[in-house]
């Protein structure tokens, strides 16, 4: 049903939780995901570099144990960037989830190989600004990751921290005295204005009264503030976008055909990209600088869990590994990157999907010392697909539909 004047939504808070790939945003979007109050519509709107639609199901199965999960509809856009081309991805996701939900509150999680700025960019545009509120833009950080010279020289990795609003600072444990202090001039560096939260305590007392740094022992409270706090970097946009003379305007248009109709409720691709049912499926592909790789099997097949963890770890240059698979040790969710490996339980689901994500090249070239050097996996153009098939088919140990 198309919306009418009198049933159109206008001013839904919206925010965008950002940051590189592996960063940890899963993580900081279950923790808002919490704060719902009950009875509160949410909807959480996913975009999936790879085809196989896994994040949405990643987030869906840590909600089993919610009894006011209903009131949170998740949804996914999978096969690449909603960002970089056109804008039509993104309005009928958007517009879908605001017509058929009617959500209170919508947040948007965008690859994390994706630069921000596109997505801030078509948020800012005309037909949005009465549909959307937006609130702060959310930037996740990982402490490991930024310690390598290859990220934290690496432009898709600064631009998620050039147009944060908030930038949530995780797995920085291990860092040095030194290295908190390289960290936090570099952050000013390329964003002065961004307030810093900490999501775990410094192991000294730092006084941070003359910057806008929180550190923190729980992130929750400070966190889910930034629900109701508005977007300084987007309000920026929009007001660049005014003097634009030659600003295209278009209007929100309603949910159209273009959408697969084969689709699942958590699959949802866009174009000519559409769920495939016929299992086992399995896609392979390169963009810009990664190669990917997914499957989806039935859920009648058992795969040794012990056999498939050990064969994901030895992909050549993995970058991110995650999948809901049925094993020997029933039904379990994975969530790799190369500085954390989690495994934990599901529940039962329609079929197992895997995807991984291969880094095809060393960023730049750039390392920073010899040590760097010798524990850089060397260059990645292609995989032997057919072979990965074979020596994943080998690890099913039970198929009985």
């Known amino acids: 049903m198309a919306l009418t004047k009198s049933t159109m939504i206008q001013n839904i808070p919206c925010t965008l939780v950002t940051g590189f790939l592996g960063a940890g945003k899963t ?86 190989l994706a630069h921000p700025r596109e997505l801030i960019q078509q948020l800012s545009a005309p037909h949005w600004q009465t549909a959307l509120n937006m609130q702060a833009v959310i930037t996740v950080l990982s402490g490991v990751q930024w310690q390598q010279q290859k990220y934290r020289s690496h432009d898709g990795f600064q631009a998620h921290v050039r147009d944060a609003d908030v930038l949530v600072i995780n797995r920085y444990t291990q860092l040095d005295a030194d290295e908190l202090k390289a960290l936090q001039e570099w952050i000013a560096m390329l964003n002065a204005e961004v307030a810093v939260i900490w999501t775990e305590s410094l192991s000294r007392t730092e006084d941070n009264s003359s910057n806008n740094t929180t550190t923190l022992n729980t992130p929750s409270s400070t966190l889910i503030a930034q629900l109701t706090k508005p977007s300084h970097t987007i309000s920026q946009q929009r007001a660049t976008d005014k003097t634009k003379s030659n600003q295209i305007r278009t209007s929100l248009k309603p949910f159209t055909s273009l959408m697969s109709n084969r689709a699942t409720e958590n699959d949802q691709s866009l174009g000519d990209i559409e769920a495939d049912t016929d299992l086992p499926y399995r896609y392979h592909e390169q963009q810009q600088d990664v190669l990917l790789g997914g499957w989806r099997l039935p859920a009648h097949y058992v795969f040794n869990a012990d056999g498939l963890q050990e064969w994901l770890l030895r992909l050549p240059n993995w970058q991110r590994i995650k999948g809901l698979v049925n094993t020997s040790d029933g039904w379990l969710k994975i969530n790799f990157t190369p500085d954390s490996l989690t495994i934990t339980t599901a529940s039962a689901q329609i079929d197992s999907r895997l995807e991984v994500i291969l880094q095809s090249f060393i960023d730049n070239g750039v390392v920073s010392n010899k040590a760097e050097v010798e524990n850089t996996p060397p260059l990645l153009s292609s995989l032997d697909w057919q072979a990965c098939d074979n020596e994943l088919m080998a690890l099913v140990i039970e198929d009985t539909p």
Do not use: M, Y
């Open 27 to 112: 993580t900081v979007i279950n923790q808002l995901l919490s704060s719902k109050p009950a009875d509160e519509r949410w909807a959480l709107l996913i975009n999936e570099f790879g085809r196989i639609g896994i994040d949405g199901a990643l987030l869906a199965s840590a909600q089993d144990d919610n009894p006011d999960a209903g009131n949170i509809a998740i949804r996914e856009v999978s096969g690449g960037c909603i960002c970089c081309t056109s804008q039509l991805p993104l309005q009928i996701a958007i517009t879908r989830l605001l017509s058929d939900h009617r959500p209170q509150r919508l947040i948007i999680e965008p690859t994390g």
